[in-house]
């Protein structure tokens, strides 16, 4: 014989109390929500203000603003950095200053370049017509080579 046990048939359980038609239509009482306060605790103080979002683009424009042939590139950006900066409400101090520092090196710049290209004309249509060597003209002294010059005063 085997050891096997006999099956039952599945009974489902009733419900030993019928609820009536009044306590089903009643809604559930739950515990009253804990009301949360609208100001942030005492001691997280005051947001920040917020920030300009361009200070980074203007402090570079005016560090580029202090180098001799970047200047020109510095005015550009503060002068970016200071236009996005009022766009968003901001002012930028660094961006001013950028824009005044570029501006007065790149004056610096064409005061130079206008007075040493006229000279480096001078000494290159000079070398020019003397040939290679070196040749003193009045208080001058010219030392042409084929592919440079170089010109000095003979005190």
Sequence with gaps: MSDQQPTQAYVAPTSPVEPT???????????AQPSFPTQ??????????PTNPHKTLS???????????????GLVVS???MVKSRRAGFGSGFALAGIII???GV??????LAMA?????????????LGNGTHVIGDRVYTCT?????????W
Excluded: K, Q, R
């Excluded at 038609?21 to 009482?29: D, H, K, L, N, Q």
């Excluded at 402090?59 to 590139?73: E, Q």
């Design 21 to 31: 038609a009044a306590a089903s239509s009643a809604a559930p009482s739950y515990p």
């Design 40 to 49: 942030p605790p005492a001691g997280w103080g005051p947001l920040p203000a």
């Design 59 to 73: 402090i570079v424009g005016f560090i580029l603003s202090f180098f001799f042939l970047l200047n020109f590139a």
């Design 79 to 81: 002068i970016v950095a």
């Design 102 to 104: 570029g501006g007065l």
């Design 107 to 112: 004056l610096l710049t064409l005061a130079v």
């Design 117 to 129: 290209i006229p000279a480096l004309i001078d000494g290159a249509s000079t070398c020019a017509e």
């Design 146 to 154: 084929p592919g440079s010059f170089y010109v000095s005063s003979s």
